[in-house]
């Protein structure tokens, strides 16, 4: 089993800045994505940016410019530093590790931006 730990959400300001943090623990032994998606209120989870095990980036169209992923490899860790936070970034936000053909997904944290 895979185990993912998130930790980093809150209350951010507009414009103001937020880092989240992922950890993963157990059976890890090929290569693997790790990513970040968010599910706002009334809406589904989306994509807001993914990593591969060689770097490779991908970001929503949203947050291009403002967020930036990146990974420790020897932590098997992954973050988002979240930049010029807006309103309609609010949601809960997850961490995925995909390996293989199996994806796990971390147990969500909160981030509000609001004034």
């Known amino acids: 089993q895979v185990q993912l730990v998130e930790s980093g959400g809150g209350l951010g300001q507009p414009g103001g800045s937020l880092r989240l943090s992922c950890a993963a623990s157990?059976?890890?032994?090929?290569?693997?994505?790790m990513g970040w998606y968010r599910q706002p209120p009334g809406k589904q989870r989306e994509l807001v940016a993914a990593i591969t095990e060689g770097g490779r980036l991908n970001y929503a169209d949203s947050v291009k410019d403002r967020f930036t992923i990146f990974r420790d490899n020897a932590k098997i860790a992954v973050y988002l530093q979240m930049n010029s936070l807006k309103p309609e970034d609010t949601a809960v936000y997850y961490c995925?590790?995909?390996?293989?053909?199996?994806?796990?997904w971390g147990q969500g944290t909160q981030v509000t931006v609001s004034s």
């Open positions: 995925k590790i995909g390996i293989a053909l199996y994806d796990y």
């Open positions: 157990g059976r890890i032994f090929s290569r693997y994505t």
